[in-house]
């Protein structure tokens, strides 16, 4: 477990470092969005390879995590393309050259080194089934694993789609998404994310120890309802009427029937 640990850690420092060496050289902190989802997809293929058992619980996990990061990765590299730097990263730029900080090294520390942190931890169920699994035969705990991530995903899947479809309506400019899986949630690509995760840790749970893993998808799961996924746009979107009113009648996080208002 400890080598698998160094090897990851050693991927996630070499990784996130030469993206932040693009971000430097292009202006633009927000490519480490773009960044996320591939990490966790070099983590998953150095780790395979460097175990080389190749057992069909490794190959299940390293496939799936490969889908859900190129999927992401590229889906957010053609969002973002020629759009420039994101607000949160220009905010922050701002504020650390008004405080006299290096841009690059902060960035390179709170940012991208940070961001590596996050992605070594939720990446432990894999650097588990790598290390763990014995080859032992697949269980029901592995089939209702896919199961579980395969639903996420899809929700992640179209949850993305029709925030894209939406926005590239010029007649919904300025408007927010209200149709769809967005009707009954206001983050469900985020939730999306939570479950296909929560559906890795099943099939990891077989293994032995493999219970430890929970807290992964737990770490995972707060981080986007209480730190960095959820928070940040509703503080942005609350500003408009018209999402407070979607607020009001949506759940937050996990889908359900959107709530009758009063005198509707």
Request: hydrophobic residues 50%; glycine residues 6%; charged residues 15%.
């Amino acid at each position: 477990m400890l080598t698998s640990l160094l090897v990851a850690l050693i991927c996630v420092v070499i990784y996130m470092t030469l993206f932040w060496v693009v971000a430097q050289l292009k202006k633009d902190l927000s490519i480490v969005d773009i960044a996320w989802g591939g990490g966790f997809v070099v983590i998953a293929i150095v780790l395979l390879f460097f175990t080389k058992e190749y057992t069909s619980r490794q190959m299940i996990v390293t496939s799936l995590v490969c889908i859900w990061g190129f999927r992401l990765s590229i889906y957010l590299y053609l969002r973002n393309k020629n759009t420039g730097e994101d607000y949160r990263y220009k905010n922050m730029r701002k504020r650390w050259i008004e405080q006299g900080k290096s841009v690059a090294l902060t960035s390179y520390i709170r940012v991208y080194m940070s961001q590596g942190v996050a992605m070594l931890l939720l990446s432990f169920p894999i650097v588990a089934v790598n290390a763990w699994d014995t080859g032992s035969s697949l269980g029901l705990w592995d089939y209702i694993g896919v199961m579980v991530w395969t639903l996420g995903f899809l929700f992640e899947v179209v949850a993305d789609k029709q925030l894209s479809n939406f926005k590239k309506d010029p007649r919904n400019k300025g408007k927010i998404i209200t149709s769809g899986v967005w009707k009954y949630s206001r983050h469900p690509n985020y939730f999306g994310e939570s479950v296909l995760w929560w559906g890795v840790f099943l099939i990891v749970s077989s293994v032995t120890f493999g219970w430890t893993t929970i807290i992964a998808p737990v770490a995972l799961t707060f981080l986007l309802v209480k730190v960095t996924g959820v928070p940040p746009l509703e503080r942005k979107y609350m500003q408009k009427p018209e999402f407070r009113e979607y607020a009001k009648r949506t759940s937050m996080f996990i889908p359900w029937f959107p709530k009758k208002q009063i005198g509707s």
